[in-house]
């Protein structure tokens, strides 16, 4: 049989839910609004059957341009092109009958203090938090939650406008540029509310894996290796996660329990949590594909790919029928982002192209080019000019990989 997805606004990880269906003889339809920063790449334009051309966040168009499309040649699995595209994905999923989220799932995974309420409820240990509209509020937030603490916005992403704070007087900063942004990432303004949430030391990591049929399954826990602190830039990811076997399985349980509070009962999700010494504690869970190219280094680890195996759980297909396993590639991968150090811009990358010929890395990307302009702040994936994707024979020779990388690739800005 020929299915049809639908992949509403694909960017990032979920380009390859385009590449996977396609590369089954699939049929592929995308809904973009093609214009004021919601483009999709030219890859994606040429792989697709057919372009719906609509707002993708305005629910009710969106809606109506995907049921035209559906009544006149059905579509049979709808997934979302990004964090932001959750819920239209559910929605639309409604909609034409089939597999999604449902229920508060939708608006458990996208507002963070929702989350955190559900996850607690399930008698899971979260951190302290407390919402805040106004920075009027925040000094009783502050005193409720104590500090440090993390101050970020309840529904965005990619680490934009996440921060430490060590005092009220960080913490009203930190509160008032979220209030002040005006920049839109996929022309959704902020919401205003935000979060202020007890700062929990130790390692980060992320599970990551599906849900179909009542089944949830963490296919890899990755180690995410983050730049200097107040900020929480991802630098590099490492899978698997260089731990011992027990403390994966601790992570990798407790990742499962997360899911299931929220109502992830059907397609991917990507949790992150950090290694306390009391345990895992939850950061967030996302209904999503892993980004920083955690899938790719989940698929080359494992044989399994994870936007097949979405696909196949969405339209009922056999995962074998579906190419969801295939050959293991290493035994270890990971991945290093260069950034400017917030110069501005730069010259050259010395050393790169005697890394990159190296026989262990698998590719390296140049995502800024010399001589243009790269964001001063260091604070998100934005920043990030660079990056190389590598091989290793173990997780702990991967983490070793990924600091020669920062030791052989000089980044000259003057």
Not at 40 to 68: F, K
Not at 107 to 116: S, Y
Not at 168 to 190: K, N, Q, T, Y
Not at 315 to 336: S, W
């Given at each position: 049989m020929?299915?049809?997805?639908?992949?509403v606004?694909?960017?990032?990880?979920?380009?390859?839910?385009?590449?996977?269906?396609?590369?089954?003889?699939?049929?592929?339809?995308?809904?973009?609004f093609?214009g004021?920063?919601?483009?999709?790449?030219?890859?994606?334009r040429?792989a697709?059957?057919?372009?719906?051309?609509?707002?993708?966040?305005?629910?009710?168009?969106?809606?109506?341009?995907?049921?035209?499309?559906?009544?006149?040649?059905?579509?049979?699995?709808?997934?979302?092109?990004?964090?932001y595209?959750?819920?239209?994905?559910?929605?639309?999923?409604?909609?034409?009958?089939?597999?999604?989220?449902?229920?508060?799932?939708v608006?458990?995974?996208?507002?963070?203090a929702?989350?955190?309420?559900?996850?607690?409820g399930?008698?899971?240990?979260?951190?302290?938090f407390?919402?805040?509209?106004?920075?009027?509020?925040?000094?009783a937030?502050?005193?409720?939650v104590g500090?440090?603490a993390?101050?970020?916005?309840?529904?965005?992403?990619g680490?934009?406008h996440?921060?430490?704070?060590d005092?009220?007087?960080?913490?009203?900063?930190?509160?008032?540029?979220?209030?002040?942004?005006?920049?839109?990432?996929?022309?959704?303004?902020?919401?205003?509310?935000?979060?202020v949430?007890?700062?929990?030391?130790?390692?980060?990591?992320?599970?990551?894996?599906?849900?179909d049929?009542?089944e949830?399954?963490?296919?890899?826990?990755t180690?995410?290796?983050?730049g200097?602190?107040p900020?929480?830039?991802?630098?590099?990811h490492?899978?698997?996660?260089?731990?011992?076997?027990?403390?994966?399985?601790?992570?990798?349980?407790?990742?499962?329990?997360?899911?299931?509070?929220?109502?992830?009962?059907?397609?991917?999700?990507?949790c992150?949590l950090r290694?306390?010494?009391?345990?895992?504690?939850?950061?967030?869970?996302?209904?999503?594909?892993?980004g920083?190219?955690?899938?790719e280094?989940?698929?080359?680890?494992?044989?399994?790919?994870?936007?097949?195996?979405?696909?196949?759980?969405?339209?009922?297909?056999?995962?074998?029928?579906?190419?969801?396993?295939?050959?293991?590639?290493?035994?270890a991968?990971?991945?290093r982002f260069?950034?400017?150090?917030g110069?501005?811009s730069?010259?050259?990358?010395?050393?790169?192209?005697?890394l990159?010929?190296?026989p262990?890395?698998?590719?390296?990307h140049v995502l800024?080019?010399?001589?243009?302009?790269?964001?001063?702040?260091?604070?998100?994936?934005?920043?990030r000019?660079?990056?190389?994707?590598?091989?290793a024979?173990?997780?702990q020779?991967?983490?070793?990989?990924?600091?020669?990388?920062?030791?052989?690739?000089?980044?000259?800005?003057?």
């Amino acid at each position: 049989m020929l299915f049809r997805v639908l992949v509403v606004q694909p960017a990032f990880s979920a380009i390859a839910y385009v590449a996977h269906a396609r590369s089954l003889g699939w049929d592929v339809v995308v809904a973009s609004f093609e214009g004021e920063g919601r483009w999709v790449a030219d890859s994606v334009r040429s792989a697709a059957s057919e372009l719906i051309v609509a707002d993708t966040n305005s629910g009710d168009v969106l809606e109506a341009a995907v049921v035209a499309s559906h009544e006149r040649n059905a579509i049979h699995a709808v997934v979302a092109g990004g964090e932001y595209y959750v819920p239209a994905a559910a929605r639309l999923s409604a909609r034409l009958g089939l597999p999604g989220l449902v229920g508060a799932a939708v608006d458990q995974v996208r507002h963070k203090a929702r989350m955190l309420e559900a996850v607690a409820g399930a008698g899971l240990v979260v951190p302290r938090f407390a919402v805040v509209r106004s920075v009027a509020e925040l000094d009783a937030a502050c005193a409720e939650v104590g500090f440090p603490a993390v101050v970020k916005p309840v529904d965005s992403g990619g680490s934009v406008h996440v921060s430490r704070v060590d005092c009220l007087e960080e913490a009203r900063g930190a509160v008032a540029a979220i209030h002040a942004e005006e920049g839109r990432e996929f022309d959704r303004p902020l919401t205003g509310e935000v979060m202020v949430e007890e700062y929990v030391a130790g390692t980060e990591y992320s599970a990551d894996g599906y849900a179909d049929g009542g089944e949830v399954r963490v296919v890899a826990v990755t180690r995410k290796l983050l730049g200097p602190e107040p900020r929480f830039l991802e630098l590099g990811h490492l899978t698997p996660a260089p731990l011992e076997e027990d403390l994966r399985r601790e992570l990798a349980s407790y990742a499962a329990d997360v899911v299931r509070a929220v109502g992830i009962t059907t397609g991917p999700f990507h949790c992150e949590l950090r290694l306390s010494e009391g345990g895992p504690v939850l950061i967030e869970v996302a209904a999503r594909l892993p980004g920083g190219k955690i899938t790719e280094l989940m698929e080359m680890v494992t044989g399994l790919s994870l936007p097949g195996r979405v696909l196949a759980g969405l339209t009922g297909v056999d995962p074998q029928d579906a190419g969801v396993y295939g050959e293991l590639v290493a035994k270890a991968a990971g991945i290093r982002f260069l950034t400017a150090g917030g110069a501005g811009s730069y010259l050259r990358l010395e050393g790169w192209e005697e890394l990159t010929a190296e026989p262990w890395v698998t590719g390296g990307h140049v995502l800024v080019g010399p001589g243009s302009p790269v964001a001063r702040d260091e604070v998100d994936y934005s920043c990030r000019i660079a990056a190389v994707v590598f091989t290793a024979e173990s997780p702990q020779q991967a983490y070793e990989r990924w600091l020669e990388i920062g030791d052989r690739v000089h980044v000259i800005t003057t």
